[in-house]
């Protein structure tokens, strides 16, 4: 087991190795201007969180600390683990839904400390987005 972490999918956004839909330079009133607020809640589960047995761990999230992505957090190994909220947002303020929960595997693949793929990584998210829009935008649209 390497003590060395695998890089994240935000930090490779970040670095410019994953190519995505939102510039990672925006805030997200620049990305999202018709939510007024939004509440991500991420549990995350999987094998690596504590010393070998499946268990779970829950993320909370705002419009603060939300970025593109959701990192695969909890398993060290994972490279460039995360899932990409920002799709999901873009389709949710698209279909102007309020509400959505759903899972996701993580998808990524474990590597070594060398960068040798050892295997897919098994952790899963259940996501559960809440969204409140902003009042004048919700009016322009039902116009
Ligand atoms: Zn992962």
Redesign the pocket.
Known sequence: MGKKRQPKASELFAEGKLKFSQPSDKTFEEVYPTIEDVTVVVVER?DKIFSGSVQSRTHNYGKNSLGEFIN?CS?PD??G??YSIGLTLDNMVYEKETHREFSAP?????RTPTGRIRRS???RFRITVDIEYKKSADQEKEK
Do not use: D, F, L, M
């Open positions: 999987g695969c398993n994972c490279y683990g995360g993580c998808g990524c693949a474990e990584c098994t952790h």
